[in-house]
């Protein structure tokens, strides 16, 4: 496949931050406005943003060398005719979208998919304008499009599945986390979004709360940063009229924007969000009036069937930020409870939706299950994807179990040959949740854990030995669980996104999922202890030198490769393999008469000083029990069989998981902070 291209009609704040975006992720895109001075504008403005980032530490000049490399500014639409994928980012009006689409498509080639970065427009309405429907979608970006990696993309009724399934590729290959959403009003987000920030000041005219009351309750009961009133303030006051306004028409009367909302607009200026004391005795009544409005919004547009609940939750924690989505924070409230104040706000205000999903959900008196596992099955091949990318698709046991149904589904179809695993977003697996292990090392039910990792085990196992072709596609992030599900699956195809990554030596436990056993069948025991130990990353191109990877390919053409896989058939990733020369010093300084040494930051002949004492550098801020327990497992799994080095691994979880080191290692990553293992006291 040819080199994936793309374009950006739309030179402003979010047409240079898409374009930034693109660019970043690797692919070339073209700007085009109707001046140079627009597109030269757009130019400074990601140019500006990436060297703010060289300043403080976050990017390298290389990088956004590299990236500014890859844009290309144009005022002539004769220069994107041969494009893969246009956004048009211009002024949300309808009349000057459909110009653009009606140009677009007048020039650009057959193939080539026409987005639409529209927020409020019906997208078959944009669609119109074009001979090309059914190759027209909407792409809602959020702000700032560089940094949030939320993307709704909106088909309408014309929308060929085809068309669906490129958009979904695009934003993948540009680092976006979709969700797929209806042409209806409000899309996803700004659906359950804008009532919430209306609700808000309902509840103000209403006289029952002063701003910071509101504010602060919304912060609490939603867990998030700001409120309604400072993030209006935050993104444009007009919006929320203009969006609710939107809603009157299209919804119901009441969605209607608050007079007061109405007058703030007319006066131009913002909310005054410290308006008085903070009464806590108004949390409850606020609170519940702002749930349920979001929430019975969102319930609305999933009876409709205009997007998921997973899709929906996922678009409030990504695009938001809040923590929890409307559907998970039904079930920390209660559904029945929640279910309550709707029909309490239903009684008392007109045109409040009907909500039969949630009322159904209530009457179970069960909380919301979710899927996080997607199962797609094309002629003999079925795709898995762990699609939880809000939590970088982290395994805890409802993603264990819904994994192990999807496999076993394939498992058992006999038209089914290959079975590839994915993971959405930017990351492929990034490991075990620890919470589960936090939780029950400060229970006490280490039995929990050792079972958990038992089922996962059996999993792993059994996707290794599957009469079927199992793929892992590692195009992006993998740590400890993570990379052990790659290395469980019989062929590994990776792209240069794709990392490896054992960090449990800083965690105060071991890679219990089988790693260091398959690291060291594959790549032998001293690079498997210098990985494990030091929690060093490997990148998928190091992988592939040392015989990891089967197929290391482009992102574009990761298709072509697993195509490649299934006509080659069976694939050996045990077979033998000669250690890269320049891994030599690696393999000298983690030998059995080494390490040692190594360990200690002593000289040791045939290595460089500099290396070891590098080395011995970083393994000494990791946990010392952990440092002293993983070579040992590791010795000891060489000479075993894969099924007898498992079941030693299972033996040794309590011991690791009891020692006072693993609470603390545990405790320190979900907490954010550096681990003192000091504090064991031994």
């Known amino acids: 496949m040819a080199e994936f291209t793309a374009a950006v009609v739309g030179a402003g704040t979010m047409g240079s931050g898409i374009a930034q975006k693109i660019a970043q992720e690797g692919v070339p895109v073209t700007i085009v406005d109707v001046t140079q001075e627009q597109v030269d504008s757009g130019y400074k403005k990601i140019k500006d943003m990436l060297d ?26 004769s220069a994107i005719k041969d494009v893969d994928f246009v956004v048009e980012a211009v002024f949300e009006d309808l009349k000057v979208k459909q110009d653009v689409m009606k140009k677009l498509d007048a020039i650009c080639k057959p193939e080539t998919i026409l987005g639409s970065n529209t927020s409020s427009l019906y997208v078959r ?3 119109k304008a074009t001979n090309r429907p059914e190759k027209v979608l909407g792409t809602h970006y959020f702000f700032h499009p560089a940094k949030n990696r939320l993307l709704e ?7 060929t599945d085809e068309t669906i399934q490129i958009a979904k590729k695009f934003a993948d290959l540009t680092g976006k986390t979709a969700i797929f959403v209806k042409d209806s009003p409000g899309f996803a987000v700004n659906r359950f979004f804008v009532p919430w920030l209306t609700e808000g000041v309902k509840i103000y005219e209403e006289g029952i709360a002063n701003k910071a009351t509101i504010d602060k309750a919304a912060e609490e009961a939603f867990q998030i940063g700001m409120g309604p009133f400072a993030l209006m ?64 919004a969102a319930a609305k547009l999933v009876d409709e069937g205009g997007a998921t609940v997973e899709d929906i939750n996922r678009g409030a924690i990504v695009g938001l930020k809040w923590r929890l989505g409307p559907f998970q924070l039904a079930n920390e409230f209660g559904v029945e409870n929640v279910y309550k104040w709707t029909q309490e706000m239903a009684a008392a205000r007109l045109g409040f939706p009907e909500v039969k999903m949630l009322k159904d959900q209530a009457a179970s ?12 099955k094309v002629g003999d091949k079925v795709t898995i994807t762990i699609n939880r ?44 949740d620890l919470k589960f292990f936090v939780e029950n090392v400060n229970n006490g039910t280490l039995d929990n854990i050792v079972d958990f990792t038992r089922d996962g085990h059996k999993l792993f196992r059994d996707i290794e030995t599957s009469s079927k072709l199992t793929i892992a596609v590692l195009d992006g992030l993998s740590l400890g669980g993570g990379s052990e599900l790659a290395l469980s699956a019989q062929a590994i195809v990776a792209t ?25 069948k594959q790549v032998g025991k001293e690079i498997a202890k210098y990985f494990v130990l030091t929690g060093k990353t490997v990148g998928a191109k190091e992988a592939n030198d040392l015989g990891i990877i089967t197929k290391y390919t482009a992102p574009t053409e990761v298709d072509e490769a697993i195509g490649q896989l299934e006509a080659a058939g069976e694939n050996d990733k045990y077979h033998d393999r000669e250690t890269p020369a320049t891994y030599q010093q690696i393999v000298i300084a983690f030998s059995d008469e080494n390490i040692e040494k190594t360990l200690k930051g002593e000289s040791v002949d045939g290595v460089d000083d500099a290396f070891i004492q590098k080395v011995a550098k970083t393994i000494s801020h990791k946990s010392p029990h952990s440092v002293k327990v993983i070579p040992a497992i590791i010795d000891k799994q060489t000479n075993m069989t894969i099924d007898e080095g498992i079941d030693y691994e299972l033996s040794q979880l309590k011991p690791m998981f009891a020692d006072p080191e693993a609470k603390i290692g545990l405790e320190a990553s979900v907490g954010g902070y550096r681990p003192d293992f000091s504090a064991a006291g031994k």
């Open 52 to 77: 703010q980032g060289v300043k403080r530490g976050v990017f390298t000049q290389k990088y956004v060398d590299e990236t500014l490399g890859r844009v290309n500014l144009a005022t002539d639409y």
């Open 125 to 127: 309405d944009i669609a």
């Open 153 to 159: 993309i909106i088909a309408h009724d014309g929308t």
């Open 233 to 296: 303030n935050a993104t444009g006051i007009p919006i929320a009229l203009h969006s609710a306004e939107s809603f009157e028409r299209e919804l119901s009367p009441f969605y209607k924007a608050p007079q007061t909302l109405v007058d703030k607009v007319e006066e131009g200026n913002l909310w005054d969000v410290e308006d008085g004391d903070v009464d806590r005795t108004k949390f409850d009544e606020v609170a519940h009036r702002l749930l349920a409005t979001s929430i019975g």
């Open 365 to 376: 008196k069960k909380p919301f299950e979710f899927r996080y596992v997607d199962y797609d």
């Open 389 to 432: 990318p809000e939590a970088m698709n982290a395994l805890n046991y409802v993603v264990v179990g819904q994994l192990r149904k999807a496999f076993d589904k394939a498992e058992a179809d006999p038209a089914v040959k290959t079975i590839v695993f994915k993971g959405a977003g930017k990351a492929f697996v990034a490991g075990a």
């Open 496 to 520: 240069d996104k794709g990392t490896f990554g054992f960090p449990e030596s800083g965690l105060g436990i071991f890679p219990g999922y089988g790693g260091m056993l398959r690291f060291n």
